[in-house]
């Protein structure tokens, strides 16, 4: 907390189970978490020992079912239960409310996983030299591939896709899709193709790319749509 503080950066983090923060639990005064997919949610100010002040603790509350509770259960403290009920609780410095603040936590494991996929795929781990410019110049072009295959797949989204149905694909999977492909290069009275198997796959999907492709034109100083209806 104090160096996130010394650095001005804003933080949510899981808390630790202790007795003193179960006790603060319990005298919470809980409301209902309709905007969750938890049972009840409540937040309170709490300064835990060896800690400089106290900050905004938020709690989500989610109720055990009757067959998982057992008189006398003892308190799993590494999962954070009592013999009531299982917590997720975080201490943040945003201001924002519960349930925006703990979605804003949840984008954490979307996130790790686009790092995951720019370290393996796009070479974003790789350091080919012991000097720092150099490093930086590979950073910023596997970063460039990384977003020019997002672009990718943004701009050969079927025209009626949305936010809600539109999945994410994979460097991997969009390189085996487009890129190492089975190809002849030929030539013919002045003229240079590309002919493809008439056992790709993707070939439909492919053509569909091209086409947009060639489709763009200026509009003034940005571009034209190729898509006619807009990512919502």
């Known amino acids: 907390m104090e160096a996130y503080q010394k650095a001005g950066c804003r ?19 809980w409301k209902p978490s309709p905007k969750t997919d938890a049972d009840a949610e409540c937040e309170f100010r709490y300064q835990p020992d060896g800690w400089g002040q106290a900050f ?13 509770v057992e008189a006398g259960e003892a308190e799993q403290y590494q999962l954070f239960e009592t013999s009531r009920y299982t917590y997720r609780v975080f201490v943040t410095d945003l201001e924002e409310p519960i349930d925006l603040a703990v979605w804003f936590y949840n984008q954490r494991a979307g996130a790790e996983n686009l790092i995951k996929e720019a370290n393996n795929d796009a070479g974003l781990a790789a350091h080919p030299s012991k000097r720092f410019d150099v490093n930086g110049n590979h950073f910023q072009l596997a970063m460039l591939a990384y977003n020019l295959n997002c672009w990718l797949m943004l701009f050969n989204r079927e025209a009626g896709a949305d936010t809600g149905t539109l999945h994410h694909t994979t460097l991997a999977t969009a390189r085996l899709r487009f890129l190492f492909v089975a190809a002849k290069i030929w030539r013919h009275a002045g003229r240079t193709g590309v002919s493809y198997s008439d056992h790709y796959e993707e070939r439909g999907l492919f053509q569909q790319l091209m086409d947009r492709l060639r489709a763009i034109a200026g509009r003034g100083p940005s571009f034209g749509p190729v898509v006619a209806a807009a990512l919502t």
């Open 56 to 68: 905004r603790f938020v709690a989500l509350r989610y109720e055990k079912k009757a067959d998982e």
């Open 11 to 29: 933080f949510i983090v899981v808390a630790r189970k202790t007795s003193r923060l179960v006790e603060e639990l319990n005298q919470a005064q």
